[in-house]
């Protein structure tokens, strides 16, 4: 059986698990939505008081927000076994186990759990995103459609890999690894908005050091069809989510570098 | 029974559960640098916004920064959850112990709750006000910083705001307790409660921000308690007698909250039923 398969497989028992306690599912997936809903709130009503950010109304703001939303819903949703990693596999000496099968450890942990929930906040960003698609009268020309799905798996791409990192610091410690949601859920916080909103050197570090603007600010301008007021050039906006793939690459390549100094905590 | 014999159980399991969360230096830590970060992005988006024009803005944008500083260092008391101990004594069916101890469960559990929720919050609170009302100042970031309150008053209010946010905290966490006990299970009141805290706390979004028509709605519900009274009368928002009278509301709200609380606690536990053996 090849890799893609087998992930089908892992998929399809987490999901018939997870469907074995429906009410639960239904709340936490409902619960999931209105959190996320409610936050948006907080954004409209800071809207009808300012009427405008850096030059972005409402509509244009909710393209971002929603493309960020939806992109951090799937990533959160797919790479739940890299989430636990420190606390499930790594103190019980569980990532023994997953040693001694004849697979790459990676693909186990990908397919540990795929989080239905999240179809709560994947929901919130899509509805977010077609409401500022309303407003703005946002066009999905076949180049902006290409460009939106690029950005998502770019996307889903450099999440994974700042879920993989955080597995990769279980290694030497288990301790305190919530400090990565900065990164994680923080990350997607900042990128809600479109980047030109903040301080310099918090964007800088947004495009070059963890490029989270590569993978939501520049495409959405690209679909847009805006051009960056920051200055990037036009031909790399609809590129930029590359920046996500490499991120996932070497993300997984230091995650190699951890598998191969593991030593168990026995048990 | 003297007064003092009578309340020794409440305070020593509140002393316990105090002293073993605050043992949790590595979360409070952790926690620590999650707020810093996300009070840093909500700051620089005030920014923004007052950057184009703060005509229409309730308050200051000190002021803004002072109230988002006050909420990440105060985060904790937020009543996400059920009190983790419950849901699990519910899960493994232990809570049939807590109807043999001579005590009352209302006042033992609020007593745990506070226990939790005060040592979740010291550490990161202590951090939080190092960093923001000291650090940034150093380093000549005062204008992002948190500043003491205005005056000796404000100070003051703020102190007895802040014991009823402490109260109105345990309150809360006492009535998802009890819908927990109610329902046999933690899956459904946990998720749906943070939504509904986050927002009509304040924590999302000062509550002054909210249209004008909201406005009066918002400062009455309970909830505003939590977070928008506390943190208003800091800054001098709410101040004289519409600061007292917000006070006055805050502890309204939990002496109904633990009435209520109390009679369908106890309603719940006597329908109790535990299964197995």
Known sequence: ?267 | MTLDAALRPYLSVFSGRFQLMLQYRAAAVAGFITQCWFGVIRILIFAAFYAGGAAHAPMSLANAVTYTWLGQAFLAFLPWNPDPDVADMVRSGAVAYERLRPVDTYAWWYARALGWSLARVAPRAVLMVAFASVLLPLIGLGKWGLPPPPSLDAGGLFALSAVGMVLLSAAITLMLNTVVVATMTDKGAGPLAAALVNTLSGMVLPLAFFPDWLRPWLRAQPIAGLVDIPFSIYFGGLAGWSAAGAIALQFGWVVILALVGRVWLGRSMRRLQVQGG
Request: glycine share 12%.
């Open chain 1, 1 to 267: 059986m090849n890799g893609l398969s087998l992930y089908g497989r892992y998929i399809a028992a987490s999901i018939r698990g997870q469907m074995a306690y429906p009410a639960g599912l239904a709340i936490q997936t409902v619960a999931s939505f209105m959190i996320t809903v409610v936050e948006f709130i907080g954004v409209w009503a800071l809207f009808h008081r300012f009427g405008q950010i850096a030059g972005w109304r409402l509509g244009e703001v909710a393209l971002f927000y929603g493309l960020a939303s939806v992109i951090f819903a799937i990533a959160d949703a797919v790479t739940r076994g890299f989430d636990v990693f420190g606390s499930v596999f790594v103190k019980t000496g569980g990532f023994d186990r997953l040693l001694l099968r004849p697979r790459s450890p990676a693909l186990q942990l990908a397919g540990y759990e795929l989080r239905l929930t999240r179809i709560g906040r994947f929901s919130q960003g899509a509805i977010v995103f077609a409401i500022g698609a309303a407003m703005t009268h946002f066009v999905f020309t076949p180049f902006a459609a290409g460009v939106l799905l690029f950005a998502i798996a770019g996307g889903v791409a450099l999440f994974a890999g700042l879920f993989i990192l955080q597995a990769t610091l279980a290694f030497w410690t288990v301790e305190s690894l919530e400090a990565v949601n900065i990164l994680t859920y923080g990350g997607e916080a900042a990128a809600e908005y479109p980047l030109n909103v903040y301080a310099r050197w918090f964007r800088d570090f947004l495009i070059w050091g963890v490029p989270i603007g590569c993978v939501t600010y520049l495409p959405m301008l690209a679909a847009m069809g805006r051009a960056d007021p920051l200055g990037a050039p036009s031909w790399l906006t609809p590129l930029a989510p590359l920046a996500g793939f490499a991120f996932l690459g070497a993300s997984l390549f230091i995650w190699g570098f951890g598998v191969r100094r593991y030593a168990s905590a026995g048990g």
